[in-house]
């Protein structure tokens, strides 16, 4: 079974610095995809960016990047330039390829976010 | 994206109740997926709900406790029977959908049971 972990249960960063949140899964599958979510007080789940196991260029999304390193099995989130808003949980998230249906989530990072 | 609504956004029930749990999406989709959230926790997949067939249930839950209609392909119910506080969660409705497929989630639904 695919299993996500992360280590850092709790990070802070000072507003305008950079951050990277970690995540290790475990996975006999070559066809996959990775996604962050992000978690605001609101309850609100939202997609920050996600990841397909057949590219090797790491996914951008503005201010949000990923350190794709699959041999190694990680696949870490760096925040730049940190808002107040990017406060939040953040879960990495794991789904099998083609007919995967079910997101594996790993337990969660707190993010604080210090003006 | 997708515009996922879900009704009640919160509720406080007793024990021994039942609440259903709306789920609406604003186009078409195949596959809905109910997640449960338990307090401080990750997100754990309840089932998938396939328009026209019986959902698909993970191992841990059942039909009985967390029985799912899924009458078309925009809307979908979930139903927490015979509810006790270990049942306090947020319940998310979830869609797959773009390229690659990705899943977007309902705002949730918080249910205290007392």
């Known amino acids: 079974a695919q299993t996500v972990t992360q280590s850092q249960p709790e990070m802070s960063v000072q507003e305008a610095e950079t951050v990277t949140l970690s995540c290790t899964y475990d996975?006999?599958?070559?066809?996959?995809?990775l996604f962050w979510y992000k978690q605001p007080p609101s309850r609100q789940m939202i997609l920050v960016i996600r990841?397909?196991?057949?590219?090797?260029q790491n996914a951008t999304e503005n201010r949000f990047s990923v350190n794709f390193q699959k041999a190694a099995k990680s696949f870490s989130l760096k925040i730049s330039d940190s808002q107040l808003g990017d406060a939040a949980m953040y879960f990495c998230?794991?789904?099998?390829?083609?007919?995967?249906?079910?997101?594996?989530f790993g337990g969660g990072t707190r993010l604080m976010v210090k003006p | 994206s997708a515009v996922i609504s879900q009704k009640p956004s919160r509720d406080i029930c007793q024990r021994g109740t039942s609440l259903t749990i709306q789920c609406q999406v604003d186009?078409?989709?195949?596959?809905m997926f109910w997640y449960r959230q338990q307090p401080g926790q990750s997100l754990t997949l309840i089932a998938t709900?396939?328009?026209?067939?019986?959902?698909?249930?993970e191992s841990g839950f059942v039909i009985d406790k967390f029985p799912i209609s899924r009458p078309n392909l925009t809307f979908s119910t979930l139903t927490v029977s015979n509810m006790s506080p270990e049942d306090s969660s947020i319940y998310l409705c979830?869609?797959?959908?773009?390229?690659?497929?990705?899943?977007?989630f309902g705002p949730g639904t918080r249910l205290l049971v007392l």
């Open positions: 709900a396939n328009q026209g067939s019986e959902a698909t249930y």
């Open positions: 998230a794991y789904r099998r390829g083609n007919a995967g249906n079910m997101l594996t």
């Open positions: 186009s078409q989709v195949t596959m």
């Open positions: 979830s869609v797959k959908r773009g390229g690659p497929e990705t899943q977007y």
């Open positions: 996975t006999s599958e070559s066809d996959y995809y």
């Open positions: 990841q397909e196991a057949y590219k090797q």
